[in-house]
């Protein structure tokens, strides 16, 4: 199976958390909002001007940078 990160999820899209691999000060903040293995995640909006995208996780409106996005490994329904 290949690894496939948040930030690359479409607009739209219904994913499951697999795994966190950032460094330890901002994996334990995302893992603080919910971001644990199986967790829904619904990406909602890209920014304007790019760099930060809006998720509902939890039911909650949440904006996470594509730098931080790109360490969160998912996995679709399917797959």
């Given at each position: 199976m290949i690894d496939l990160s948040?930030?690359?999820?479409?607009?739209?899209?219904?994913?499951?958390?697999?795994?966190?691999?950032?460094?330890?000060?901002?994996?334990?903040?995302?893992?603080?909002?919910?971001?644990?293995?199986?967790t829904e995640v619904v990406v909602l909006y890209d920014s304007i001007c790019g760099g930060i995208r809006a998720y509902k996780i939890r039911n909650t409106l949440i904006g996470i940078r594509d730098n931080d996005a790109k360490n969160i490994i998912v996995r679709r329904r399917n797959a």
């Open positions: 948040l930030d690359k999820c479409l607009v739209g899209e219904k994913v499951y958390v697999e795994r966190v691999e950032s460094l330890f000060d901002i994996k334990r903040r995302l893992l603080d909002i919910g971001l644990s293995y199986g």
